[in-house]
C-alpha cells in the first residue's frame, strides 16, 4: 500500500494516515489525495485487526459466541452481549426475569455514560486539548469500578448470557451507582465549561463536516452520527427492547449535520442516560436474574434479526439456524462499518486539519468496523 | 405499511416475486436480474420509500448463495427482507450502490468473503483483507486454512 503515497497524475499529493496515527483510535489507514491543503478523496484502508469473528461464532456454540462479541465494540461490550443474548432469546423463545430486564438496562445506560466519557476525553485530545482526557477518566473510572464488582471485568464484560445475566448484582452496586451519579451531576457542567463553551473549539467544529439527513440515512449512518442530522434513529424509542418503552427518556436531535451538532448530541445523550439510571436504580425488583434456559441451547431452524442501540448507533445480530448447537451464519451490522463509510463524503473539500475533529465526532471503533 | 398491504404492492411492481411470512419481517424472493429495478422502486416510490437499507449481506448455502438486503423506512417504519439466489460457481448480480449508498461499503465486503461479483459496482475491491486474497472466500463453508484458522 506504500507505493500509493506520491504525487497523481494531476499533481495531487496522496499521503497516509495511519495504520498508527493517535487520531485514529486503533489502527485504521486512511489514503487522502490533497490539492494543496484540501481534501479530494479519502480511502479507508480496513481489516488491521480483523479477527473474522462472523467465521469464529459457526463454530461457537449459542453460549459461547457471545464472549467474542465483547470483543467487537469494546467500549460497548454489555450492549454487543445485550444483542447476542436477545437474538438467542427471541429465537428460543425465553422470557427473561424483570429483575433480568433491569439489571440489563442499567448496565447498558452505565456502558453508554462509559463510551461517550471516553469520546470526549479522546476527541477534545485529538483537538489538542489534553486535560479533558483526565476529567473523562475520572469519572468513567467511577463506572469501571462498579462494573468490575458486578461482573469481574472492567472493560470485557461477557455479563449477559441467554436467559438473563450471569451472576446478581453486588450488594455495593445501589449504592456506589447513587455516589457514582452524585459525583457526575456534580461534575458534567465542567465538560461545558471546559470545553463546550470554548470558542477555539467551537470555530473548529461549527460548519465542519456537513452530512444532510438524506446523505445520512442513504449511508446507513445511526446513532448520534445520524442524530446529528436530525434523522430520528435510537432504536430504544423506534423499536424498544427489554423495559425501554416503559421509561422517560428523550430521543436527542440536533439539526445542525455539522461536527458540533454530532458532538452536541453525545453530551446531551449522557444526560438522558443518567436520567434512565435515576428511574431504575430504586426500582430494581426482586427475583430471579436469570431465566432457567437448558445447558444445551438449540436455535430452531429459521432466521432471527435483533436491533439494539449501542453508543455508536444501530447494532444488527442476523442467526440464520439450522437446528443445531451452532449458528450456521452469523452477521453483525455493526455501526462503525456504516459510520465510516461516509466519511469521504463528509471530507471531501475540507482542509486536512479538519479531519480530525470529523474523524472524532465519527466516533468509530475499529474492531467495531474489522470485526 | 402491514406485510399484507407490502406483499399486494410488491406484486404490482414485480409479479414474478415470491413471498415467505412467519419470521419477524416479510421475505421476498427476487431473481437477481430482477433485483436492480425492483430496488429503484422501493426506493423511490411514495408510499414504499425504503430508503434505509441497515443490513446487507450473503449466506453460503453449500449449494447456492443467497444475498439477503434488509430495508427498512425512516418515514413509514415498515421493514422488508429481499433475498435472491445466486449460482455459487459464478455468482453475479447488480450493485444496488447507487440507490443506498452504504452498499458500496457492504457491497464489497460480502464480495472479498463470497465472491459475490457486483455488476456495475464503482469500487469493486478487497476492503478488509490484505492484497493477495482475490479468489479466496473466507466465509464460504469450503474454506480451509490450515496455519491460521483456529477450530474450535
Not at chain 1, 186 to 192: F, N, P, S, T, V
Not at chain 2, 91 to 113: D, L, N
Request: with cysteine; hydrophobic share 35%.
Amino acid at each position: 500500500m506504500l507505493e500509493e503515497v506520491g504525487t497523481t497524475t494531476e499533481g495531487d499529493l496522496v499521503i497516509n494516515v495511519g495504520p498508527q496515527h493517535p487520531a485514529t483510535h486503533g489502527v485504521l489507514h486512511l489514503v487522502i489525495t490533497l490539492n494543496g491543503e484540501t481534501i479530494k478523496k479519502v480511502e479507508p484502508h480496513l481489516g488491521f485487526i480483523h479477527r473474522s469473528i462472523e467465521k469464529m461464532c459457526e463454530s461457537l456454540t449459542y453460549r459461547q459466541f457471545i464472549y467474542v462479541t465483547s470483543r467487537m465494540d469494546y467500549l460497548s461490550s454489555h450492549i454487543n452481549n445485550h444483542a447476542c443474548a436477545l437474538c438467542v432469546e427471541k429465537g428460543l423463545q425465553v422470557e427473561i426475569p424483570p429483575r433480568a430486564q433491569v439489571i440489563r438496562v442499567l448496565m447498558d445506560e452505565l456502558t453508554r455514560i462509559a463510551s461517550h466519557e471516553l469520546w470526549w476525553g479522546a476527541m477534545a485530545m485529538d483537538l489538542g486539548a489534553f486535560t479533558p482526557f483526565f476529567h473523562a477518566f475520572r469519572e468513567r473510572e467511577g463506572i469501571n469500578d462498579i462494573m468490575e464488582e458486578t461482573c469481574g471485568a472492567r472493560l470485557t464484560m461477557n455479563y449477559m448470557v441467554p436467559g438473563g445475566v450471569m451472576q446478581d448484582l453486588h450488594p455495593n452496586f445501589q449504592k456506589k451507582v447513587k455516589e457514582f451519579l452524585q459525583l457526575y451531576k456534580r461534575k458534567i457542567h465542567e465538560y461545558d465549561e471546559l470545553v463546550t463553551g470554548n470558542i477555539i473549539f467551537q470555530n473548529r467544529m461549527k460548519g465542519i463536516g456537513y452530512l444532510s439527513p438524506e446523505d445520512a440515512v442513504s449511508y446507513g449512518c445511526s446513532g448520534p452520527t445520524a442524530r446529528g442530522s436530525g434523522v430520528s434513529s435510537d432504536i430504544r424509542k423506534l423499536y424498544p427492547y427489554e423495559i425501554y418503552d416503559k421509561l422517560e427518556f428523550d430521543e436527542v436531535l440536533e439539526n445542525g449535520g455539522d461536527s458540533f451538532a454530532r458532538y452536541m448530541i453525545r453530551i446531551r445523550e449522557m444526560q438522558q442516560s443518567v436520567r434512565i439510571i435515576e428511574q431504575l436504580i430504586d426500582n430494581i425488583p426482586e427475583g430471579d436474574f436469570q431465566a432457567k434456559t437448558k445447558a444445551v441451547l438449540k436455535l430452531p431452524k429459521g432466521e432471527f434479526y435483533t436491533r439494539v442501540e449501542t453508543a455508536r448507533g444501530e447494532l444488527g445480530v442476523y442467526i440464520v439456524s439450522e437446528g443445531g448447537t451452532t449458528p450456521y451464519r452469523i452477521k453483525f451490522r455493526s455501526p462503525g462499518f456504516s459510520n465510516l463509510s461516509v466519511l469521504d463524503h463528509i471530507a471531501r473539500g475540507s482542509k486536512l486539519g479538519d479531519l480530525v475533529a470529523m474523524m472524532g465526532t465519527l466516533d468509530l471503533v475499529i474492531p467495531d468496523i474489522d470485526r | 405499511m402491514q406485510n399484507e398491504e407490502l406483499k399486494a404492492k410488491i406484486t404490482e411492481l414485480l409479479s414474478a416475486a415470491t413471498f415467505e411470512e412467519g419470521g419477524e419481517w416479510l421475505n421476498i424472493n427476487v431473481e437477481p436480474a430482477d433485483w436492480l429495478p425492483l430496488a429503484q422502486q422501493l426506493r423511490n416510490d411514495t408510499s414504499l420509500y425504503f430508503d434505509y437499507l441497515f443490513c446487507l449481506t450473503c449466506i453460503d448455502w453449500k449449494t447456492h448463495l443467497t444475498m439477503v438486503y434488509h430495508l427498512s423506512s425512516t418515514k413509514h417504519r415498515h421493514n422488508i427482507v429481499i433475498k435472491s439466489k445466486l449460482d455459487r460457481n459464478k455468482p453475479e448480480i447488480q450493485t444496488v450502490s447507487q440507490v443506498w449508498k452504504t452498499a458500496e461499503f457492504h457491497e464489497r465486503e460480502v464480495y472479498e468473503m463470497f465472491g459475490v461479483n457486483f455488476l456495475n459496482h464503482p469500487d469493486l475491491r478487497l476492503l478488509i483483507l490484505p492484497d493477495g486474497w482475490e479468489g479466496k472466500n473466507p466465509l464460504r463453508k469450503d474454506f480451509e486454512d490450515p496455519i491460521n484458522m483456529i477450530k474450535l
